[in-house]
């Protein structure tokens, strides 16, 4: 089971507190998935947008003018997960959407599981797996 709890960025609740009420509303919501489904990685702000990082960034969101949109870094997690995104508008590595409401929440923690595995975190379960263990880096 982690031990530690994601480090918070003040950078990243400054740009939260930039967005008006209903967005920063949403975006919270996402950061907290993000770092329950992650508890090891390090927040931080790249190219404008808040960013997960387990050595490497793994996951990023932000408001843009007109949708939000939720940025997978490396990998194939949207592309293996197709099907349970496809109502939504997704790109390569990128989904977009208009409400939280439109996400399907255990999909999207499930695939930032995934990320950080990917990066060689063995302590987030996957439902395959089921076991957990203490985190190390491969």
């Known amino acids: 089971m982690p031990t530690k709890k994601t480090n918070?960025?003040?950078?990243?609740?400054?740009?939260?507190?930039?967005?008006?009420?209903?967005?920063r509303i949403v975006l919270e919501e996402l950061r907290g998935w993000i770092t329950k489904a992650a508890p090891l990685a390090t927040e931080g702000m790249a190219y404008g947008m808040p960013t997960y990082l387990l050595a490497e960034p793994i996951v990023a969101y932000k408001r843009q003018k007109n949708h939000f949109s939720l940025y997978f870094c490396g990998g194939e997690a949207v592309s293996r997960h197709a099907e349970e995104l496809r109502d939504l508008d997704v790109g390569k590595g990128c989904i977009r959407f208009k409400k939280l409401a439109d996400l399907p929440k255990a999909t999207i923690v499930q695939m930032v599981k995934e990320a950080a595995q990917q990066h060689g975190f063995r302590d987030l379960p996957t439902p395959a797996a089921g076991k957990k263990?203490?985190?190390?880096?491969?």
Do not use: H, R, T
């Open 133 to 138: 263990g203490g985190a190390m880096m491969a």
């Open 8 to 23: 918070l960025d003040p950078a990243v609740a400054k740009y939260l507190a930039s967005l008006p009420e209903a967005d």
